[in-house]
């Protein structure tokens, strides 16, 4: 159990997304049925798997990119 919590301690740790903005994202994604991400790293997949929908990117006010495919 505690390699258990220690794993999931390092895997968030190591995310370059914080957290609690990622949780965020998840949940509006499940609820919309649409994916975003608001880690510019994550853009390129979702553009490419964006087949059907519509793709939009946007900067943040901390100026870093985001993006959303819309269904």
Do not use: H
């Not at 390092?10 to 994202?25: G, N, T």
Request: hydrophobic residues 30%; contains cysteine; positive net charge.
């Amino acid at each position: 159990m505690r390699l258990l919590i220690i794993c999931t301690v390092i895997l968030l740790a190591s995310c370059s997304q914080p957290f609690v903005e990622y949780s965020k994202d998840v949940a509006l994604s499940a609820i919309t049925g649409s994916k975003m991400s608001r880690n510019p790293s994550a853009c390129p997949k979702i553009k490419r798997e964006c087949s059907g929908g519509e793709y939009k990117e946007w900067y943040q006010d901390n100026g870093k990119k985001a993006c959303a495919c819309n269904k």
